[in-house]
């Protein structure tokens, strides 16, 4: 919130699929009091289906919260559900998610990368919310120079992807201070653009 505060953006984009776009519009109406969840199903194979939970402290409710009471357009910006139902049908996705952190939480003596998460992001104070984005985005940075790899990346790799583009197509619309909130793990390639236009004109 006080980064959102301090940059006011003139665009809010979350990470989630354009099938709860209008949902998020309901974010900050007194009567929606989380914890609540949207839920994103196949409606050919009701079995299919994701949940997206949010508490009152969760970054996607407190942007959508923030945006719509500042009159600011928000948007997901993640694949499309149709489009995630069938790679990961696809990609056969059955394997535990593997979590970056842990390498990191090895190191440091932790029993995992939750507890180091928590202890390095959620617990200690900060001098200001600039400098935990910046502290946020180098370590993701690093993991990801290093080549580690979580056993999601065959579906984050069309994922991030589809957000570039996302981004790219929202500046076309003359968005020029836009805030996008995501999984700490995209957060670098979503820096990328430059390299997602050349492609694109490519």
Known sequence: LQFLQAHKPDLVLVEGPPEISKLLADIGNPELV?????MVYDTQNPASSVFYPFAEYSPEWVAAKYANENGIPVQA????ATQSFTLKE???????????????AEISGFDD????WEHHFEQGE???????FEAVMLTMQTLRQEGISTSLDPINVYREAYMRNAIIGYQNQFYSNI???CGAWHAPTLLQLN???ANAED
Request: aromatic content about 4%; hydrophobic content about 45%.
């Open 34 to 38: 989380p914890p609540v969840a949207m």
């Open 77 to 80: 910006i993640d694949l499309p």
């Open 113 to 116: 990368g939750e507890q180091w």
């Open 179 to 181: 805030v996008v909130v």
């Open 126 to 132: 900060v001098a200001s919310a600039s400098e935990h």
């Open 195 to 197: 390299d997602a236009k």
């Open 90 to 104: 696809e990609l056969n996705e059955a394997l535990p998610q593997q979590d970056p952190m842990d390498y990191l």
